[in-house]
């Protein structure tokens, strides 16, 4: 078995109304930043995940952020890679929907 | 006839829900988060508060509760569920009511008295109200009621919208920067209930308002409704 750190990306979909993203651009100007627009905020969860391989442990991920992580209603996920201890270190990056 | 309701660690306003039963002349029985047993209750309520500390998303944790495995069959088999304010979110989580719970679009929790308006009188959950709006106190961070389009014209089409907020003349609270509208909700909706009929969420605190000495007994309309419901299916059953 080996570990597996992944890292979980999660945003508001596209479209779906982003307060927090709102309040960040709102407070630009007080910065005198003008050319940032866009911003969306999300949560970023870190997990480490033991397993056979480097797919079943992208399987266990997959599943949570589906189930737990994310709510497929209102957000996006991107899962990435960050370190398998067992073997080099990948910054493989792998995007979920 | 008993009607249950659901305590998380972090539910605060379970208490209230019990006294509101109580008031309304049922036994109330209390329902531990860890025990999928309901005890033979004709009804739930999942109660206001903070479940499991509303880590991560508002109600998710919630879902994946012993008691929630009660609750999955319970409504399944037609019993009645009502999920009020952190309630709602965790029906809501558990995909047993439509749609999703955002922040307040202000950012701010809002705790205020707010008017609702039930949007059909025939349902479990609304068929002691008079109709007239209810003003009850809603207190959350997360009310902001999402659904896609295409959900929202299904809900409306299915009488699947129960409740509104409204502006003091009494019409929906549509323009999500109302203050009437207090947290964004699309097409003002402040309740929602799934296709059966048997299972819904709502964001306002009716068992706040159950009885004068709490300021109204407004919110007794929804806790006979239900409660009456209740006893009718149990009657059926």
Not at chain 1, 52 to 80: C, F, H, M, Q
Not at chain 1, 88 to 94: H, L, P, Y
Not at chain 2, 212 to 218: E, M, Q, T, V
Request: proline fraction near 6%; aromatic fraction near 6%.
């Amino acid at each position: 078995m080996s570990e597996f750190r992944f890292a979980v990306n999660v945003l508001p979909k596209p479209g779906i109304l982003d307060p927090q993203g709102r309040a960040v651009e709102l407070s630009l100007p007080h910065l005198k930043v003008t050319t940032v627009s866009r911003v969306r905020v999300g949560r970023r969860v870190e997990l480490t995940v033991t397993a056979d391989t480097k797919s079943a442990a992208r399987a266990v991920v997959d599943g949570l952020a589906t189930e737990l992580l994310s709510n497929p209603l209102i957000e996006t996920y991107a899962i990435e890679l960050m370190e398998a201890t067992s073997s080099a270190v990948s910054t493989a990056k792998v995007t979920g929907s | 006839m008993r009607i249950g309701v659901v305590t998380f660690p972090g539910s605060n306003s379970d208490v209230d829900a019990l006294n509101a039963l109580a008031v309304a002349g049922v036994e109330p029985v209390s329902l531990w988060h860890e025990s999928p047993d309901l005890h033979g209750v004709a009804g739930v309520i999942l109660p206001g508060g903070f479940a499991y500390g509303d880590y991560l998303r508002a109600g998710v944790i919630a879902r994946f509760s012993p008691v929630m495995r009660g609750v999955t069959d319970f409504a399944a088999k037609g019993g009645l569920v009502l999920g009020i304010c952190n309630g709602f979110q965790v029906l809501a989580e558990s995909r047993l009511v439509p749609g999703a719970l955002l922040r307040n679009r202000s950012l701010r929790f809002a705790s205020k008295i707010i008017a609702i308006k039930p949007q059909r009188l025939d349902s479990a959950f609304t068929n002691k109200a008079t109709g007239a709006p209810l003003h009850i106190p809603v207190a959350h961070g997360e009310g902001c009621y999402y659904a896609d389009e295409t959900t929202l014209d299904e809900l409306e089409a299915k009488g699947q919208i129960l409740f509104r907020y409204v502006r003091a003349d009494g019409a929906p609270a549509l323009d999500p920067d109302d203050p009437a509208n207090p947290n964004g909700s699309l097409r003002a909706i402040a309740g929602v209930c799934n296709e059966a009929g048997n299972v819904a969420g709502l964001m306002p605190h009716p068992e706040r308002m159950s009885e004068s000495i709490l300021g109204s007994d407004d919110g007794m309309q929804l806790i006979r409704s239900f409660v009456d419901s209740a006893a009718a299916w149990e009657t059926a059953r």
